[in-house]
């Protein structure tokens, strides 16, 4: 072989594997034999993940002897069932995941913790409720397993992943005209070119996220499938930001040879379209009406307040903290409390 050829083979095996992550990989079927229904892992960074994904020790559990919280603070709206021990010991945990730097100042004048004179009190007596909420509610998604401050804060004052809606991109005197939301890799569309912003019309508002029709020929039909190709790429980078947040592929919801099936996907897709309108839920009737609450800092740049995905809960893991069951351990936090 001539010493060219040598060397562009060469260079075509780098390329080649370069593209590919080294063995071992392991294949988890998913589905029926022959559907191509099944998830293809790297142990290494399931490994690096199962680090990350540590739910932290619950706190010791407090007495419910003794008088009640209501009766001897001055300014308990939604925890005043709790004995002082447990109302204690509630505030030291979300100190733990919220703000383990900054402590009960935090959210408090130190110098007398019934005023509400921080933002971040206000905020977080709504995220109580809006806790609580997910957990009485939403059994259809979160199950057993439920949720805690840390399933999202993770000992973080923000969430680490939020969205805001994008600042407004266009080209400016070109022929390529209007950038329709679209060609800019960012990760909520999985670096792709899709559309980049899947959560305004799907995660607050509640556009139609389904585009197969049962009939082909849009137009002639009266039932005909009217949803267009510019909508569907809507509906994929949605798909990509889901598959992405729980780090896996589409096969873990869908038999891919009839993406609208319900009897051929899995029952994950039905636990997917609870969560799609929990998300909706959160966003709409606990963190949207903050907005005034929040110092212009923490805002977007289009005024709104950062707001949940699926990654705010699950951060790469098909469940979030790969289903550590933590909220149990807080009561407080399961049913939504008496005004
Ligand atoms: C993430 C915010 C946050 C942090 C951090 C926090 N708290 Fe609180 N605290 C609250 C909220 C919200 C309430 C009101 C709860 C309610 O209305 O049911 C509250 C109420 C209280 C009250 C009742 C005061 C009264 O008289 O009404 C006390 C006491 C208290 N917290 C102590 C603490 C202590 C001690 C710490 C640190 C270990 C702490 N808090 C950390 C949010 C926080
Ligand atoms: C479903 C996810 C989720 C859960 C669960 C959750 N939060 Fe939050 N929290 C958020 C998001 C998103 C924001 C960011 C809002 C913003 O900055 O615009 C936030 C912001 C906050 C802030 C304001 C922080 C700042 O510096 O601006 C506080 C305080 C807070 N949360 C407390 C809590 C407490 C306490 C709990 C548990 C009772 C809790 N959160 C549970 C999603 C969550
Ligand atoms: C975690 C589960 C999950 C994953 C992963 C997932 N999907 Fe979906 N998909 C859903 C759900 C749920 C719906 C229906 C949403 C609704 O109706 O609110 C849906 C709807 C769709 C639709 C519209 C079907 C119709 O009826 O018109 C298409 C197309 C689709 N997904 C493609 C994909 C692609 C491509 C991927 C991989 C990039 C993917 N999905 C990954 C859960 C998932
Ligand atoms: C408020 C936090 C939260 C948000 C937001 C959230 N999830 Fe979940 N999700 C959970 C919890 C907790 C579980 C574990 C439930 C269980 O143990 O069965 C879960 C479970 C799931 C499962 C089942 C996994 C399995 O293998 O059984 C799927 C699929 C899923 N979520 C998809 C999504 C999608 C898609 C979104 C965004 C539209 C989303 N989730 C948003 C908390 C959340």
Not at 120 to 145: C, L, P
Not at 188 to 200: E, I, K, Q, R
Request: hydrophobic residues 35%; aromatic residues 8%; positive net charge.
């Amino acid at each position: 072989m001539k010493l060219f050829s040598k060397i562009a083979l060469m260079l075509a095996a780098v390329v080649t594997l370069s593209a590919c992550e080294r063995p071992p990989i392991v294949t988890v079927q998913t589905g029926y034999r022959g559907t191509g229904m099944e998830q293809v892992y790297n142990p290494r960074t399931l490994a690096k993940e199962a680090a990350l994904n540590q739910a932290p020790a619950p706190a010791p559990e407090a007495s419910p002897d003794g008088p009640k919280a209501s009766l001897v603070y001055q300014n308990v709206q939604v925890l005043g069932d709790l004995s002082v021990g447990q109302f204690v010991r509630h505030m030291t945990s979300i100190t733990e995941w919220v703000a383990p730097k900054e402590g009960c100042a935090y959210c408090h004048n130190v110098q007398n913790f019934a005023e509400d004179s921080k933002y971040t009190k206000i905020v977080a007596r709504r995220m109580i409720q809006m806790t609580q909420k997910v957990n009485q509610d939403w059994k259809t998604h979160v199950a057993d397993t439920g949720v805690t401050c840390y399933t999202c804060h993770r000992g973080n004052n923000i969430p680490q992943q939020v969205w805001m809606a994008p600042k407004d991109r266009k080209y400016v005197n070109s022929l390529l005209g209007d950038l329709a939301g679209q060609n800019i890799a960012t990760k909520a569309a999985g670096l792709s070119s899709l559309p980049f912003d899947p959560f305004t019309p799907y995660l607050k508002d509640a556009l139609p996220i389904r585009v197969n029709g049962n009939e082909a020929m849009a137009g002639v039909s009266s039932n005909a499938n009217r949803a267009s190709l510019k909508q569907t790429e809507w509906t994929y980078s949605l798909m990509m930001h889901m598959s992405d947040s729980l780090g896996v592929n589409c096969t873990y919801c869908h038999n891919t040879r009839a993406f609208q099936s319900w009897e051929e996907s899995r029952p994950q897709r039905v636990t997917s379209w609870y969560g799609i309108r929990m998300a909706r839920e959160i966003n709409n009737d606990y963190i949207v009406p903050l907005t005034d609450q929040f110092p212009a800092s923490r805002l977007g740049p289009k005024g709104d307040v950062a707001k949940v995905n699926c990654s705010t809960c699950h951060q790469g893991a098909f469940k979030p903290l790969y289903g550590a069951q933590m909220a149990k351990h807080y009561p407080e936090l399961q049913t939504v409390s008496k005004p």
